[in-house]
């Protein structure tokens, strides 16, 4: 139904969010690679992994936790 009619009005803001974290995921990581990249514990996110706290419902948490992960500009001269 979510794929004729998109998601419920309560659930777009969530799905939006979800859908930045993994298009950085997409963007930064190799498809084949994700998997273990989401399975992985973070320091960051208190020892959870991405996929816990997606699990969670911690959406806009993964995403910006993400975007700075691959923020490049913090490591360039």
């Avoid at 659930?11 to 990581?29: H, K, S």
């Amino acid at each position: 139904k979510w794929l004729t009619e998109g998601p419920p009005a309560g659930r777009r803001d969530q799905v939006a969010v979800l859908g930045q974290a993994t298009d950085l995921l997409d963007q930064w990581v190799k498809r084949e690679r994700i998997p273990a990249v989401v399975r992985r514990p973070v320091d960051r996110l208190g020892g959870r992994t991405r996929l816990e706290v997606a699990l969670d419902g911690e959406f806009e948490l993964l995403r910006d936790e993400l975007a700075d992960t691959f923020d490049l500009t913090r490591i360039a001269p």
